[in-house]
């Protein structure tokens, strides 16, 4: 089954509402959007698929990256960034957001947020990698972005009583589009089991990434990528899909010891930037030789290298070694990654932790500029299922939060300006669901064939099994979680099918090096005439973005 342009087999709705703007997602980039709409007197409502502090955000350990102490600079965050991202960065954005990041911290800060301070008062700066400098701000030693959602949850808590509706365990089926394509609202799964539908002139995608297109994932269960299929399924721009950042070190469990439904437990790459190393049982150091900042490298070369090594001794897993530490630092810097560990019968501060690579972030999503919009009118993307040129082929870490921050505040200071009449709606054609018996079997391939390393033969094995799985016109949660994930899933493959080179966190064994002739993005679109995929020069930044 191909990507499909079109819109899932539903019933009829059951109840229809009207508004100034829906926002799909509640982390950091949602609650950023909701305040300044919310602010300018707009009709709001918010949907969101779990609780709703149920986001990434909430998860999310390593930090906010900020030029913050007088011996670092804009330029260095911004140079760190643009190595990082191995060529694909766009340098305009990365400029505007590097310089954006101080003040946004502020902001969060007279909003609430409490940050950890040094011993001196001032904040304490963490240094992670691929990163020259001490520059990541952290709240809580590891609980940083728990501080972010708790901060921007209770900030517009009082919204919901003054024209903003939030919608709980609520399901996106859809974006609705008018006659001309423009987005005109959702379709939605409620609690209760009823589809409804929020017309809306500007609808604002914030539903984080898809961690859950494979088995082992830094992300929560909600990170099934329903905003990018979506966004696919109306027509809008995907770029950059094909560079799914592994995180070195998510702690291992031996498949025998698994709890069913358990998270993966990130170990944090500041653990590494507190001297954490990578060896495995025969205490051969992972990363000495491979790279000048060893265990400090961007993430894309850790992942990498531990896959080598992995596939080179027969190993199922390997370790890092904080034993250095001792009790005071892991209690006083990493309280829950401490915690977690020990819950799964591991003690950090007497033995190395079990560690292999599992899926993170997302570097590619629905085309974006930094306010938001996306190649489709009245159609916005903000956060990790946008792309707006920030991570190019490789994020670097701690910069998706703070993107996160600024381009959410953009987005709703826009759209607060005005957003003019929805238009009505007008059906696609169906495109059919996903059985839910079908989500194991499209992980597994993902894991085997379009993971940290891949090549033609595994490609194409993925796509065929991708292409052979079971459809069905019942709409549930558990066959929108697996049409979700395959839809993700196949953009990811036929992307890197295309991509035949390895830059940043696509690696290609059978095409190792990066090569200049794929210094550009891949653009990938649905139409009634197909699917549509575009390689579009560096020197092209709007790729189309409406206006």
């Known amino acids: 089954m191909s990507l499909r342009y079109g819109e899932l087999p539903t019933p009829g709705a059951a109840w229809r509402r009207t508004c100034d703007v829906v926002i799909v997602g509640t982390g950091a980039a949602g609650l950023s959007v909701l305040r300044p709409v919310a602010l300018a007197g707009l009709r709001v409502e918010v949907v969101t698929r779990g609780g709703l502090t149920e986001s990434a955000t909430d998860w999310a350990q390593g930090g906010l990256a900020a030029v913050w102490d007088a011996t670092d600079t804009l330029d260095s965050h911004l140079d760190d960034t643009l190595v990082a991202g191995a060529g694909l960065c766009d340098p305009d954005i990365v400029a505007d957001v590097v310089a954006a990041a101080p003040e946004a911290i502020r902001d969060l800060a007279a909003l609430g947020a409490t940050f950890d301070l040094a011993s001196g008062g001032d904040l304490d700066l963490h240094r992670e990698g691929g990163h020259s400098a001490r520059r990541i701000i952290h709240a809580g030693g590891d609980a940083s972005g728990h501080e972010v959602e708790r901060t921007l949850t209770e900030a517009t808590a009082w919204l919901a009583r003054d024209g903003v509706r939030v919608n709980e365990h609520t399901r996106l089926v859809d974006v609705l589009t008018d006659g001309s394509g423009a987005a005109c609202g959702v379709r939605v799964l409620d609690p209760d089991g009823d589809v409804g539908e929020i017309l809306a002139p500007a609808v604002v995608l914030a539903t984080g990434g898809a961690g859950q297109v494979w088995s082992l994932t830094t992300n929560p269960a909600v990170a099934t990528g329903d905003g990018i299929a979506a966004a696919l399924r109306a027509g809008a721009e995907v770029r950059d899909i094909e560079f799914t950042q592994f995180h070195p070190t998510l702690l291992w469990i031996d498949p025998a010891d698994r709890r069913p439904g358990d998270r993966g437990v990130l170990i944090s790459e500041a653990v590494r930037g507190e001297g954490a190393f ?244 891949l653009t990938l679109r649905t139409s009634v005439r197909g699917v549509h995929l575009d390689h579009v020069a560096l020197g092209d930044r709007t790729d189309r973005i409406s206006a």
Request: charged share 25%; proline share 5%; with cysteine.
């Open 278 to 521: 990578l060896r495995d049982a025969a205490g051969r150091r992972v990363m000495r030789g491979v790279h000048p900042q060893e265990d400090l490298a961007p993430r894309d070369v850790v992942s990498a290298a531990m896959h080598a090594h992995l596939q080179r001794h027969g190993l199922d897993h390997l370790l890092l070694d904080a034993t250095g530490f001792g009790a005071e630092v892991w209690e006083r810097h990493f309280p829950s990654i401490l915690r977690l560990c020990r819950e799964r019968g591991v003690d950090p501060v007497a033995e190395p932790i079990p560690v292999r690579p599992g899926a993170h972030y997302l570097c590619g999503g629905i085309a974006a500029d930094l306010d938001g919009r996306t190649s489709v009118p009245g159609l916005y993307a903000v956060g990790e299922s946008a792309s707006t040129g920030l991570h190019g082929a490789n994020r670097l870490a701690s910069n998706s939060l703070t993107e996160a921050l600024i381009s959410g505040a953009r987005c709703g200071h826009l759209l607060s300006a005005g957003v003019g009449a929805a238009g009505r709606p007008v059906a696609r054609r169906w495109a059919p669901l996903v059985d839910a018996s079908e989500l194991a079997g499209v992980r597994e391939a993902m894991d085997a064939w379009v993971g940290v390393s891949r090549d033609a033969d595994g490609l194409a094995r993925a796509a065929s099994e991708l292409e052979a799985v079971t459809t069905t016109s019942r709409l549930s949660p558990a066959n929108l979680d697996a049409t979700s994930v395959h839809t993700v899933a196949t953009a990811v493959t036929v992307a890197s099918e295309t991509r035949t080179e390895s830059r940043g966190c696509h690696r290609r064994s059978d095409h190792p090096e990066p090569d200049a002739g794929w210094l550009g993005r």
